[in-house]
């Protein structure tokens, strides 16, 4: 079955470091997606991309944050200045086309940051 | 107003019984409607999507949804201990704004 690929599992970083986070989504999807998961809160959604930009982002995601598409595979999405409430599991989907609302997200396995 | 609700729970049932977890939304012009699964360390599994007023089964998974008084849940039949998970309710709030908003999620323990 096909998957979302996320890498590293785990980043450990120093506060004002700068850290990508790196998904391979699945290929023949068209929107993709970075959410996050603060321990013991509930999964809160970042950004979306279509078309390569972002078709709607959330008040979380400031000018600290940014994802690109490089290729025609990775995706990625950057921290420049981590802060300790980055701190946080950071998790990558995709969901095919719209004609296919209906379809669920295939969410990665997640990479957990760690800001120290 | 939080967009999307759940009763946190925990929620414990014995074995082989009935779990019926809750969802409220507060956008009526949302379209999709899922239910994620999620271990504690790990991501979102989807178990099931709805999208008509109505149910919806799968197995031992039914879903139903009511768009007029803006309700979802999940029920689950002859719970088995590896159904322990936190359920997630997430809905997409409009066809054309693709982006999907979860609830706080229901905590499930299911006792042998």
């Known amino acids: 079955e096909p998957e979302v690929t996320q890498t590293p599992s785990h980043q450990v970083t120093q506060m004002g470091q700068e850290v990508i986070l790196r998904c391979v989504p699945i290929s023949n999807h068209l929107y993709f997606y970075w959410y996050r998961q603060i321990l013991g809160q509930k999964v809160e959604f970042l950004v979306s991309?279509?078309?390569?930009?972002?078709?709607?982002k959330s008040e979380i995601f400031d000018d600290q944050f940014s994802v690109e598409r490089p290729d025609g595979s990775n995706f990625t999405l950057k921290i420049r200045s981590t802060k300790l409430e980055d701190s946080a599991m950071y998790f990558c989907?995709?969901?095919?086309?719209?004609?296919?609302?209906?379809?669920?997200?295939?969410f990665g396995s997640g990479t957990r940051l760690t800001v120290v | 107003q939080k967009e999307v609700e759940q009763n946190s729970g925990p929620l414990s049932v014995p074995e082989g019984a009935i779990a019926s977890l809750n969802c409220t939304y507060s956008?009526?012009?949302?379209?999709?409607f899922f239910w994620y699964r999620q271990y504690s360390g790990k991501s979102p599994e989807l178990i099931m999507s709805i999208y008509s007023n109505g149910d919806k089964e799968d197995g031992r998974f039914t879903a139903q949804l009511n768009k007029a008084s803006q309700y979802v849940s999940l029920l689950i039949r002859d719970s088995q201990p590896s159904d322990s998970a936190t359920y997630l309710c997430?809905?997409?709030?409009?066809?054309?704004?693709?982006?999907?908003?979860f609830g706080a999620g229901t905590r499930l323990t299911v006792k042998p």
């Open positions: 991309f279509y078309n390569n930009e972002i078709s709607e």
């Open positions: 997430a809905v997409n709030r409009f066809f054309w704004n693709n982006d999907m908003r």
């Open positions: 989907a995709s969901r095919p086309g719209l004609l296919e609302s209906n379809y669920g997200y295939t």
């Open positions: 956008d009526r012009g949302s379209q999709s």
